[in-house]
Each structure stands twice: as structure tokens, then as C-alpha cells.
């Protein structure tokens, strides 16, 4: 295949890919993350690495110069979706360079369609970013392998260091590719490779303190998981789905926390095995067509990165960690194009080839179009109180804590009176000052809606949220999508909290 085709191909993919990521692209509500990057952007990058919230700052500095150019909230998705669709003809090269152009293609093409990259892709957060310089990350570190040049060791030190700047997780893929890379060499050039190791050791250090206060002690309110098989096994089957066939995500984080995680165990198995059985088909057969060496690398690429991660969790403990590591879609979308590139396809290739296209693209259509896998649909919380409300007057709300709170308020109409109380486990609450307060705002209203986040029982914020609904008597109208819980209570409430007990 010549490469003017190969490179029309290509950008006919990469039409394919914009397409279906701007299919819908500002349907869904901004959830809580992406309501924390538009109220919280800067681009002051001192207030960014002394900030804590748990990632680099390079990401939240990229999306605040967009979000200030552009003048929009929608900048925040379309940042997110050309960083998609850039990382398509990077896949391409990379299946290009391991096998050949057809495998090229036919990987860009699984990216394209991937639910799990479409989803990131629509997304507010650095997570499509982080795929994108991953990606050029394996591929820098690939041309390595057959170069020595010194430009091609810049071009790997400056992509492995945007990436770990984007996300501290991107540090697993540095540490496994740089090993390998040490590995390989000998003589002069693993001499070479020490001295870039040196060079980004030393440009790495601004990072080291921006680790140093996101792992600062978080308090009572951090909400720790542990990284335990289940997490283990979403690592993987999270790439297949983004979470978006069988049971729904707040169903499983329910089933789990309430400690039925067998229940949810079995519930996804049938979702799993129909996702797993086809890819266990083609990968075994682009396995066969890699290379010997090329076999080790994505080895360690695809097996490593999870227990690593189980390891790191001792420090950073959240058992949804899993995204972080969604950069291993890139090598496993181009060892399964190395499958179904094999010369002399069988039925059960074209078989195992429909089935996942077909699963890809039925998870992306399900997470638009069933409430049930949507995280947080806020806008679903407008739409119930302004249903259930027959004051005949704007609703007056309060939203309690934190990130959900502010994500409630952020999708209300401007014109709804609304206030953020704090219900925060381990801080001073505002309840005495702020709820009269609020009642004077709300004129001659008969009631006004309390919406709080749900949490699991035994959960610090799960008792402060519970406190603050019995001390307004608030009656519980519906949970909305996955933790939105919405009430209903008097006004007389809001103005009586100071005589609470």
C-alpha cells in the first residue's frame, strides 16, 4: 500500500472518528468534574501546582487558556474531542510500524468506534489527553528501538513529560517503557539512555512537588477504596465497554459498597465473557503475527500496569483508579487490527470482528440513550423539581456538598433562587448562617428542594448529609441518576435551623 492511500485512509478515519464523537456531544449535563474544571480554571500556574486535588497541572492550565479563548463551556468537550481524534492517525502508525498499514488501519478504525475512547473523548477531563500523548509515547519509544538518534530521544523525553504533567498515572507507562528501552540497549546507547533518564529526572521535578501536595494527608472526607479484584478486573473490561453494558455503573458501585460484591460480580460475567471470548479469538491471532521481541513489550504493556497500580494504591486509595491506566487501549486495539489483518480470514475472525464492532458500537449508543448508565444527569434534576414543584414560582434549591452541590447549581435555570451549604465530615457546617439567609431570599415560597449527594452507609459525609435532612424534616421526593438524592421541605424550616438542637 503506497502512502499517499494509506494517509487518505487515515483522514477518512479520522472523519469517521469526528463524527461520531460530535454525535450528541452537548446532550449529557456537565457532571461534578466538569463543573469542578470550569469553576475552579486558572491559568495561573502557581495557584495550579500548589492546589490540591490530586493531578498536574498541565491539563487544567490547557483547558483554562481554551475555555478563555473560545469564551464557551462547550471548549471544555471540544478540547477533549480533537484531542480524540489526533490520537487516531498516531494509533495508525503504531499498528503501521509493528505490522503493517492494513493493521494501521484497521486500529485506527477500532479507536474511531471505541466506546470507551468516544466517551473520553466527549468528556470534560484530561483523560482523552492523557491517551494522546500516551500514544505518542509508544510510539517514540518504539522508533527507539530501531534509532539512537538524539532527536528521537528529545522527541520521547518531551512527550513522556506532557504526559506525566497530564496525569500522574502516565508515570507506570515511563517507568515499563523506559525499562524496556534500558533493557535493549547496550554500550553507548544505553549510555545514551541513562543520560536521558538523567535529563527528564531533572525537568521532572516541578512534578515531584505538585505530587508532593496532592498526596498530602486529604482528611476524614476522602473517600478511600481499596484496589481489590474487582477494581483489578474493571481495568480491563472497562477498555471493552467504558462501563455501558449490563448493569449500570451506580448500580455496581451500590452492589459493591453495600458489600454484595459477588452480586455484581455475577451480573457482569455475562456482559464480560460475550466482550471477551471474540477478543480472546483475535488477539490470540495477532499475537501470532507480532514479532518476538514486540511480544515482550506489549506483554509488559498489558500485564503489568494493573498490579502496578495495585501497588500504588498503598498511596493514592481509590479503588476507581482503573481509568488512570486507559491508556492501554492503544496497545490492545493494535494487537486485536493485528487479528483481524491475519492472511486467510476465517468465518470465525469475520464472526468475532462483528461482534465487538457491534458491542462498541451498542455501548456508545446505550450511554447516550438509557438514563441508567448516564453518572450524574443534572439536568434530569431540573426537569423533577420543576415537575413536582406547584408553587407556580421559580423553585428555590439548595444543593449540599461540595462537587455535587456545585454541579446541581450549575444546570439550574438563572433564574431559581439557589444556595450551596457546606456538609463537609470534617469542617465547620454554615447551616445557622446560611439557610436563614436563604430563606429571606426566597420571599413569600412555601417550600424549597434540598438535593444532596448519596453515599454509602458507614461513609463521614453519609451521616452529615443524613443530619442535615432530619434536622429540615426534609421528605424525600426521588434519587435522580446515579447519587442525586432530591427533597422537599418547608420554608418555615430554613428559618427555625437556628433553634435546632
Not at 427 to 444: C, I, K, N, T
Request: proline share 5%; glycine share 8%.
Amino acid at each position: 500500500m503506497s502512502a499517499t492511500r494509506f494517509w487518505w485512509l487515515v483522514g477518512l478515519i479520522m472523519l469517521l472518528a469526528l463524527g461520531w464523537r460530535a454525535y450528541r456531544l452537548s446532550e449529557p449535563a456537565f457532571d461534578h468534574d466538569e463543573v469542578y474544571e470550569l469553576t475552579q480554571r486558572t491559568t495561573d500556574l502557581s495557584v495550579l501546582v500548589r492546589r490540591h486535588d490530586g493531578f498536574p497541572p498541565l491539563y487544567r492550565w490547557l483547558v483554562a487558556l481554551v475555555r478563555e479563548t473560545l469564551g464557551t463551556d462547550a471548549s471544555l468537550r471540544w478540547f477533549s474531542l480533537v484531542c480524540g481524534v489526533l490520537t487516531v492517525p498516531l494509533v495508525a502508525l503504531l499498528g503501521r510500524r509493528l505490522v503493517g498499514p492494513q493493521t494501521g488501519l484497521v486500529a485506527a478504525i477500532g479507536l474511531a468506534i471505541s466506546a470507551n475512547h468516544v466517551l473520553l473523548s466527549q468528556h470534560g477531563r484530561g483523560y482523552a489527553l492523557l491517551v494522546l500523548l500516551a500514544t505518542a509515547m509508544l510510539l517514540t519509544a518504539w522508533r527507539l528501538r530501531a534509532s539512537d538518534r538524539w532527536r528521537d530521544w528529545f522527541a520521547f523525553l518531551v512527550v513522556s513529560w506532557l504526559g506525566v504533567a497530564t496525569h500522574y498515572y502516565v508515570g507506570l507507562l515511563l517507568v515499563l517503557l523506559g525499562g524496556l528501552l534500558l533493557i535493549e540497549k547496550r554500550g553507548f546507547a544505553r549510555m545514551r539512555a541513562l543520560a536521558a533518564a538523567g535529563v527528564l529526572a531533572l525537568a521532572g521535578l516541578p512534578l515531584v512537588e505538585c505530587l508532593r501536595v496532592d498526596l498530602a494527608e486529604t482528611g476524614e472526607f476522602h473517600h478511600e477504596v481499596s484496589f481489590d479484584k474487582e477494581a483489578y478486573a474493571f481495568s480491563y473490561l472497562w477498555l471493552g465497554t467504558g462501563n455501558t453494558l449490563g448493569p449500570s455503573v451506580s448500580w455496581l458501585r451500590e452492589t459493591v459498597s453495600g458489600g454484595r460484591k459477588s452480586a455484581a460480580v455475577l451480573a457482569t460475567a455475562p456482559w464480560a465473557c460475550l466482550l471477551f471470548v471474540p477478543a480472546a479469538y483475535l488477539f490470540a491471532n495477532g499475537w501470532r503475527r507480532l514479532a518476538q521481541q514486540d511480544r515482550r513489550w506489549m506483554a509488559v504493556l498489558l500485564l503489568a500496569p494493573p498490579p502496578l497500580t495495585a501497588m500504588a494504591a498503598a498511596a493514592s486509595p481509590t479503588g476507581y483508579n482503573y481509568r488512570y491506566l486507559v491508556w492501554m487501549l492503544v496497545p490492545l486495539i493494535v494487537v486485536l487490527a493485528a487479528g483481524v489483518t491475519v492472511r486467510g480470514r476465517s468465518g470465525l475472525t469475520w464472526l468475532a470482528v462483528g461482534l465487538l464492532i457491534a458491542l462498541s458500537l451498542g455501548a456508545t449508543l446505550n450511554r447516550h440513550f438509557d438514563p441508567a448508565h448516564r453518572e450524574n444527569d443534572f439536568h434530569e434534576v431540573t426537569r423533577l423539581i420543576a415537575r413536582e414543584d406547584v408553587t407556580g414560582e421559580s423553585p428555590a434549591v439548595i444543593a449540599a456538598p461540595l462537587y455535587f452541590g456545585r454541579a446541581v447549581l450549575y444546570e439550574l435555570p438563572a433564574s431559581w433562587p439557589a444556595a450551596r451549604v457546606t456538609a463537609h465530615p470534617s469542617g465547620q457546617q454554615d447551616w445557622e448562617v446560611a439557610l436563614p439567609r436563604f430563606a429571606e431570599r426566597v420571599g413569600e415560597r412555601q417550600e424549597v428542594w434540598l438535593v444532596t449527594q448519596w453515599f454509602p452507609v458507614g461513609h463521614p459525609q453519609r451521616a452529615v448529609c443524613d443530619a442535615l435532612v432530619k434536622r429540615l424534616d426534609a421528605e424525600l421526593v426521588g434519587r435522580v441518576s446515579s447519587t442525586v438524592m432530591v427533597y422537599r421541605l418547608s420554608v418555615d424550616r430554613l428559618g427555625s435551623i437556628e433553634a435546632a438542637d
